[in-house]
Antibody, heavy 117, light 110 residues
Framework: QVQLQESGPGLVKPSGTLSLTCVVSGDSISNNNWWSWVRQPPGKGLEWIGEIYHGGNTNYNPSLKSRVTLSVDKSKNQFSLKLSSVTAADTAIYYC??????????WGQGTLVTVSS | EIVLTQSPGTLSLSPGEGATLSCRASQSVSSSYLAWYQQKPGQAPRLLISGASSRATGIPDRFSGSGSGTDFTLTISRLEPEDFAVYYCQQYGTSPPRYIFGQGTKLEIK
């Protein structure tokens, strides 16, 4: 049974960089899967941030593309998100998820990141 | 960019009743690319339906998906207390953004 676990600072200062890692267990990140980050501002809907393949190929949401970097560490079976120049609008629960076809079948529990000084 | 509009915004029903949730796309979407999720407070989304009509592993058969083109429906027959949650539809696109979510329908107990 695959499990995903997000980790990283829960508080980031405005203009700083948000950095999160998703550790995968029960599945190899090198299997034929893409892996995504999705965020959800408190009380609001879901927004897809981007996806990464184990080979390093990435696709980003155009609305965030200039500030987002995804990376993968196959040796640690994990992938990571960096979001730069954050503002209060980036305050959200951040989820990592595994792709299943054209959907996401396994999700982390989510981690709340607050942007505040 | 395709926009997914879900209706109604909130649906108030009683346990045992049936629920019909709608997801309308601004352009035609391949059925293969349409999914539905359930999200309960404090929890991550849970995949219910992929490919517009295929139930995910472990999903009860009271959940069913249908539709094509621009109109898709999630139907829940005989609502159970645990079914009251927020439901999102999601579309995969061949150009970024790869995944777009609807704004959600809140299914609440009447």
């Amino acid at each position: 049974q695959v499990q995903l676990q997000e980790s990283g600072p829960g508080l980031v200062k405005p203009s700083g960089t948000l950095s999160l890692t998703c550790v995968v267990s029960g599945d190899s990140i090198s299997n034929n899967n893409w892996w995504s980050w999705v965020r959800q501002p408190p009380g609001k809907g879901l927004e897809w941030i981007g996806e990464i393949y184990h080979g390093g190929n990435t696709n980003y949401n155009p609305s965030l593309k200039s500030r987002v970097t995804l990376s993968v560490d196959k040796s640690k079976n994990q992938f990571s998100l960096k979001l730069s120049s954050v503002t209060a609008a980036d305050t959200a629960i951040y989820y990592c998820a595994r792709h299943f076809g054209y959907s996401h079948d396994s999700w982390g529990q989510g981690t709340l990141v607050t942007v505040s000084s | 960019e395709i926009v997914l509009t879900q209706s109604p915004g909130t649906l108030s029903l009683s346990p045992g009743e049936g629920a019909t949730l709608s997801c309308r796309a601004s352009q035609s979407v391949s059925s293969s690319y349409l999914a539905w999720y359930q999200q309960k407070p404090g929890q991550a989304p849970r995949l219910l339906i992929s490919g517009a009509s295929s139930r995910a592993t472990g999903i009860p058969d009271r959940f069913s998906g249908s539709g094509s083109g621009t109109d898709f429906t999630l139907t829940i027959s005989r609502l159970e207390p645990e079914d009251f949650a927020v439901y999102y539809c999601q579309q995969y696109g061949t150009s970024p953004p790869r995944y777009i979510f609807g704004q959600g329908t809140k299914l609440e107990i009447k």
